[in-house]
């Protein structure tokens, strides 16, 4: 029911137009998961206008400025205060429209138009101009900034007419239409931009629901109904708090005494606690899946018998239940299963002890061999699905020697290739694999993300499935891509992990989409 | 005095460069810089080169250095890599609810420990007097940040006294909302101060002068708060000032549990992103209160006990 309703504000006119827009069609493809699973009550009776939403997070946030943003708290807080030409699904398996009303691309795929919706304004009254857009996105596709990458065929964004922008590309892009629903295609005020100066970061002007009212860096983030919203009756809420609580169990006890109405980051072994305490969870699948990363430098890794053979030697399901609380699933796929693309029928790699050790046997290292494992230290769940990783190994010779590093040190240690296995994690931050696979399974421009594996053909296909416009044959590209995944690994792929978030019985309709965005249009609080 | 205080001011330039000079090649030495920490697996070596390049971290740390004492001497201690905002003003901010926290956990501590110290030292040996003291060594052993969350948990869930979270505003507000803070960080330092308390209570009760005193016929309570207590209370200060720093990593665990935005929670989430210029400011400010709070201490016992002169004390 929450589903209903909050489909109900991004049907607007819409005309799905092109080739673009079947991205979305193709998904039926796609398996069931992936869309957010919910224990909420359905969000009875009608919506209540007015309150304050209080939301505690795990972490600050840094800037409002997209170009610059790095972490999840800011972005997440951006997709309140901006909005995109559009926008990912409520189910996440389709991009739908946002302040763009319709869109085309040119049968050679070099150029793409889109229709802005009319009449759209700021949180300061002024009105959304195509030179605000095109300002927005000249910045988000500079290949200087982070994100550039996201958009690298594009060469420029013109305004054709006051109501309709083009992206002028190098080569067909069809990751394009998810890239523009990220945060980092956000649009906001070219002249507040100007006004501010280098100071941008801390002022932002933007269409989306909310607006900035104060920012203490490291206490709260207040944010105030937009009362130009385009979106009509929306926002509920009269003010959105984001308060700092970086402990757990802090957050948890926030929640239950009544001082937070949204929690965010629960550890999954407090979930079975709040739940029973009347409280909601939501729990978010589809953007991030676990990982052991591999080295393939260091041998026998280079043996891809050796890599599967530690692929099925690992008990997903056991981990997904006993580590993750039920809350994870197995991973079928290298792509969280959220996705665009995603496709589990393509003979994932499962538990299979047997197979592990006929595989072993066909390796360089029939008896075993010790496997240096690198962990954050910390990240318990990650150690512990190791723990049952390294017993099952064992049954075949393999013995783990795990080393625990803080976050960053470990992270270095990875980015300069001077580790041998490493268990960490890949979030998304488009639906679309090709931001992945772009940099996981093409040797340029980061080594494979520094698993040295290199596979001209799975390379050749993932530049080949960027370009192809037709969702059909694209479809078809990324399922063969999977299926030779699958005989290779240079990742072993764990479970799909959730984003958990917990909320008060009072909270109705909050459902997070699987790229963070809150949707916090859509709640309100009541009874 | 004032020329003692002039001679102790000298002293901590020295030692602020000291710190400023170990800080800045700690933070350093880690393994993992901003540029990593900022962009995780997305770091591609052109992408640090840019952010290295943009805070000078690309220089030899010698130059490094000199830039980061050259501001220093104008007053700019860095821009913060992740905020992108002077520090400054972001760590000072910061200052006030962690040196109010300090001050009342302190006091608490002594709240705690005076009293049952007192108890103990004239029961000694008696029931009271051991069930103190196993109190005392039990409370030493609990940690913290599980004291601090047990705390929340009855006084601000299941019994709805004090607040979970937040720092109230305006004097009474303050005192309140700091008050589970404070007992956490205090009952952390308590048991310490009680243990020295009661020995040197024991040792004063025993002195010829309190024998005269009581057979002199002084009302017990006189006996006790002006020959016992007075003279006993020095070096449970000592104590408290030798375990300032303790105090302080308490203080920053509390911080942590109940959401207090104070320099200590800054400086940890600093610490694990890297951000270097307020890790810097940070380390350099609580060297500073460290410092001010045993030349305080020093001023007190001046105060406290006459026979103490600074002046002439060698420095």
């Known amino acids: 029911m929450i589903q209903s309703q909050h489909s109900r504000c991004r049907r607007a006119p819409v005309i799905l137009a092109s080739l673009f827009v079947v991205v979305a069609m193709v998904l039926a493809a796609c398996s069931s998961s992936g869309s957010p699973s919910t224990s909420s009550a359905p969000a009875a009776g009608t919506p209540v206008h007015g309150g304050t939403l209080v939301f505690a997070r795990h972490a600050d946030i840094f800037t409002f400025d997209p170009y610059n943003t790095q972490d999840d708290e800011s972005i997440f807080t951006e997709m309140q205060i901006y909005d995109r030409l559009v926008a990912l699904s409520p189910d996440g398996k389709s991009v739908v429209p946002e302040l763009a009303t319709s869109w085309s691309a040119a049968p050679n795929g070099l150029t793409a138009d889109f229709h802005l919706r009319p009449g759209v304004k700021f949180s300061d009254g002024t009105p959304l101009t195509v030179s605000d857009v095109v300002f927005s996105l000249t910045r988000a596709i500079n290949q200087q900034g982070s994100w550039g990458f996201l958009f690298s065929p594009v060469k420029r964004v013109v305004a054709l007419n006051s109501s309709t922008v083009q992206f002028q590309m190098s080569t067909a892009f069809a990751p394009l239409l998810a890239a523009l629903a990220t945060f980092a295609a956000s649009i906001y005020s070219e002249s507040n931009f100007k006004k501010w100066g280098s100071k941008e970061g801390n002022h932002p002007l933007g269409t989306g629901p909310f607006a900035l009212q104060s920012w203490a860096p490291g206490t709260s983030v207040v944010l105030v109904r937009n009362k130009y919203y385009w979106q009509p009756g929306k926002p509920y809420l009269n003010k959105v708090e984001f308060t700092n609580v970086s402990n757990d169990n802090s957050r948890v006890l926030q929640l239950e005494s009544g001082t937070a109405d949204i929690i965010d980051n629960t550890a999954p072994n407090q979930i079975a606690q709040v739940k029973a305490r009347g409280d909601q969870t939501e729990s978010v699948l589809g953007s991030a899946v676990g990982w052991v990363t591999l080295n393939e430098h260091i041998p026998p890794l280079n043996q891809a018998n050796v890599r599967l053979a530690l692929a099925y030697a690992l008990d997903r399901a056991t981990i997904a239940k006993t580590v993750y609380f039920g809350l994870a699933e197995p991973a079928l796929s290298v792509i969280p299963n959220g996705t665009f693309y995603y496709n589990p029928n393509t003979d994932p790699i499962t538990f299979n002890m047997a197979k592990a050790k006929a595989l072993l046997a066909k390796s360089t290292v029939p008896h075993g061999f010790t496997l240096n494992v690198m962990i954050a230290s910390g990240d318990t769940a990650s150690l512990d699905q190791t723990e049952i990783w390294a017993a099952d190994l064992a049954k075949i010779g393999i013995k783990l020697n795990v080393t625990s590093l803080e976050q960053t040190t470990a992270q270095q240690r990875y980015n300069t290739a001077q580790y041998t296995a490493w268990v960490s994690e890949w979030t998304n931050d488009t639906p679309d694999p090709d931001e992945m696979m772009g940099v996981g399974l093409v040797y340029l421009p980061q080594d494979a993300l520094h698993t040295y594996f290199n596979d001209p053909q799975i390379a050749a296909l993932v530049t080949q499935a960027r370009q192809e416009l037709n969702t059909t044959q694209r479809a078809a590209l990324y399922t063969q891509i999977q299926t030779l995944y699958n005989t290779q690994d240079p990742y072993i792929y764990t479970v799909d992990i959730p984003r958990l978030y917990a909320s008060a019985p009072t909270v109705h309709g909050f459902m997070p989409n699987s790229q963070g965005d809150y949707e916090l249009q859509n709640v309100w609080i009541g009874g | ?315």
């Open chain 2, 1 to 315: 005095m004032a020329r003692y205080i002039g001679r102790r001011l000298i002293q901590l330039i020295p030692i602020l460069f000291g710190v400023s000079l170990i800080t800045f090649l700690l933070v350093r030495l880690i393994p993992g810089d901003p540029a990593i920490s900022m962009l995780g697996s997305r770091a591609t070596p052109d992408l640090v080169a840019r952010i290295h390049r943009q805070f000078g971290l690309n220089l030899p740390i010698w130059e490094q250095y000199l830039h980061y004492m050259n501001g220093v001497f104008h007053a700019n201690f860095g821009i913060s890599i992740f905020y992108e905002q002077a520090v400054w003003p972001l760590v000072v901010s910061r200052v006030p609810l962690t040196l109010e926290l300090l001050a009342y956990s302190a006091v608490m501590a002594l709240a705690i420990a005076i009293p049952l110290a007192s108890l103990a030292a004239v029961r000694r040996g008696g029931v009271v007097d051991h069930g103190i003291r196993l109190s005392a060594t039990t409370a030493l052993g609990i940690p913290s940040f599980w004291l601090g969350i047990l705390l929340i948990l009855l006084l601000g869930v299941r019994v709805r006294i004090f607040p979970v979270a937040g720092e109230g505003s305006g004097v009474i507000g303050r005192i309140y909302y700091l008050t589970l803070p404070a007992l956490t960080a205090g009952l952390a330092i308590a048991p310490i101060l009680l243990r020295t308390l009661r020995s040197s209570l024991i040792e004063v009760l025993r002195a010829e002068y309190v024998s005269t005193a009581r057979a002199v016929g002084l009302p017990r309570r006189t006996v006790f708060r002006s020959y016992i207590l007075r003279n006993s209370i020095m070096p449970c200060l000592t104590v408290l000032n030798v375990n300032i720093g303790w105090l302080i990593g308490t203080v920053i665990v509390v911080e942590d549990i109940f959401a207090l935005p104070g320099l200590g929670s800054l400086l940890v989430s600093s610490i694990s992103t890297r951000d270097y210029s307020i890790i810097q400011l940070a380390t350099l400010l609580f060297a500073l209160l460290v410092i001010a709070t045993n030349l305080g201490t020093d001023i007190l016992y001046g105060v406290i006990d006459p026979r103490i002169s600074l002046a002439r004390r060698p420095a």
